[in-house]
């Protein structure tokens, strides 16, 4: 791309991101002494993704991590699904002992956020609180909330709002919960650190690596590292060999045919 206004030979530098529908989704144009700022290009990439699986906007300077905007509901219908999703995010969040709110008659509802140090006290109570303080949730289906499953899933789910999506769904817990009937937590952290490695931090990502450990019998971290281990040492190996081979191929004045 020429711009007339600087020169009519040299090309001003354009950076163009392209969804996998081949749609033009954002155009970085600089000037030709201007060079490109990586990490702005990285951010905007990973924006896109995450406006586009969770149906949200990201704010003025937002980095990954960082809370996201829900767009507001353009119809009656939307708007009343977005409270009753919300009504069931935030009573999930609250049986995990993430949260706490106070519903208010005639004001907003008051939000708390629970560390993970009070979160087993929180869980404990949550089961003497009535249907009236929780929000829809009677008394008897939060008495089948077992204690030790509250407390196993909630540093997988708590790591995965803080580092890959912070707007978690009710289906992305039960996800996450149904895994932990099958693996240990800390191999399902493990997971979610792979997807950050490889850049790809979204829920599908994830279900493919934990389906491969349940596949493998895979059932703890030092499983994944030894085989980490072992073919780092098979590639090494692979590699002595070829030079090996070329070695004995200039001590006895072989070509590459021979």
Request: aromatic share 6%; hydrophobic share 30%.
């Amino acid at each position: 791309m020429i711009s007339n206004d600087v020169s009519s030979t040299e090309t001003v530098r354009n950076v163009f991101i392209i969804d996998d529908k081949g749609i033009i989704r954002s155009i970085f144009v600089y000037p030709m002494n201007i060079g490109r700022y990586i990490p702005e290009i990285l951010r905007t990439v990973t924006a896109l993704q995450y406006a586009d699986q969770n149906n949200c906007m990201t704010p003025a300077n937002w980095a990954p991590g960082n809370p996201m905007i829900v767009p507001p509901p353009k119809t009656f219908n939307a708007l009343r699904e977005r409270n009753e999703s919300i009504n069931k995010n935030r009573n999930v969040l609250k049986q995990l002992g993430l949260i706490d709110f106070k519903p208010n008659t005639t004001k907003a509802t008051s939000y708390k956020i629970i560390t993970m140090s009070k979160s087993n006290q929180v869980s404990s109570q949550i089961s003497n609180q009535d249907s009236n303080q929780i929000g829809n949730q009677n008394s008897s289906t939060l008495n089948k909330l077992n204690k030790t499953k509250l407390n196993k899933t909630s540093s997988s789910i708590k790591f995965y709002m803080e580092n890959i999506n912070p707007l978690i769904t009710p289906h992305e817990v039960e996800i996450l919960e149904d895994y932990c009937n099958d693996l240990p937590e800390d191999l399902i952290i493990y997971a979610m650190q792979d997807a950050i490695e490889h850049k790809a931090m979204n829920m599908k990502y994830i279900k493919s690596i934990l389906d491969r450990y349940i596949r493998q019998s895979i059932s703890s971290v030092e499983q994944i590292e030894s085989q980490k281990k072992l073919n780092q040492s098979n590639n090494k190996k692979q590699e002595t060999d070829e030079e090996k081979a070329e070695r004995y191929r200039k001590e006895w004045g072989l070509s590459d045919d021979d």
